[in-house]
């Protein structure tokens, strides 16, 4: 069973998670994808501007920014002067619509993030784009727990760097990363956000049983 560079789990949402997440991260290698939109704070899924400073004030959290809303339109139409600020994240995902980004779109993507001196992440619903300057998330599901009926290869190569998402949760995970294609050598991450939620809410027991269903 190939094994993932790391895990992202998408959706903390409430400080009182911190002690947990840290736990588990001293464990185990994962990013915490951070749901951010200018519009909507405090909501379940996207932390309150205190709880996400939390967030990136605590130790050991190896975070992502996943965008969506203004900034993240913002930030495929005009990189310069989107409102967003990363800092303090290790990625930033834009999530700009369902329809994919064209060229211009991942060019500036790509430049917002280099300017801040990270990775971008855009997502794909069919095989990996060969463009690096972006990292690239197959991903049909947009936090539905849709599970997509095939998964694409992976290129033959790190670049770009690609990861999977759709559906994925303990009850299955293993047995995706099986049917996965993944040339030697080659890294990837996979993503989850609805499999890793129990009654609506962001839940460290799931993140737990995905870790040890895939690392042991």
């Not at 464990?27 to 899924?45: A, S």
């Not at 913002?74 to 990625?91: H, L």
């Not at 784009?129 to 947009?142: E, I, M, N, R």
Request: net charge negative; aromatic share 10%.
């Amino acid at each position: 069973m190939p094994k993932p560079l790391f895990i992202a789990f998408t959706g903390a949402d409430d400080a009182a998670l911190l002690p947990g997440m840290q736990d588990l991260s001293a464990r185990y290698p994962i990013e915490w994808g951070i749901l951010v939109d200018r519009d909507r704070h405090g909501v379940p899924l996207f932390p309150a501007s205190e709880v996400r400073a939390a967030f990136l004030a605590a130790d050991g959290l190896r975070l992502t920014a996943h965008v969506c809303g203004t900034w993240a339109r913002e930030i495929v139409t005009d990189p310069d002067t989107a409102g967003f600020d990363p800092a303090g994240f290790r990625r930033v995902q834009v999530n700009h619509g369902f329809q994919g980004s064209d060229a211009p779109q991942v060019d500036r993507t790509g430049r917002f993030a280099r300017r801040h001196g990270m990775r971008a992440v855009l997502q794909c619903g069919g095989a990996f784009p060969a463009d690096a300057q972006v990292d690239w998330l197959y991903d049909v599901s947009f936090g539905t727990g849709r599970r997509p009926t095939h998964w694409p290869p992976l290129p033959a190569s790190n670049a770009p760097f690609c990861g999977f998402s759709g559906g994925i949760g303990p009850d299955n995970v293993a047995g995706l990363l099986a049917g996965l294609e993944v040339p030697a050598g080659a890294d990837f991450w996979i993503d989850m956000e609805s499999g890793v939620r129990r009654d609506g809410r962001f839940d460290l027991a799931h993140c737990a049983a995905v870790c040890r269903a895939v690392y042991g």
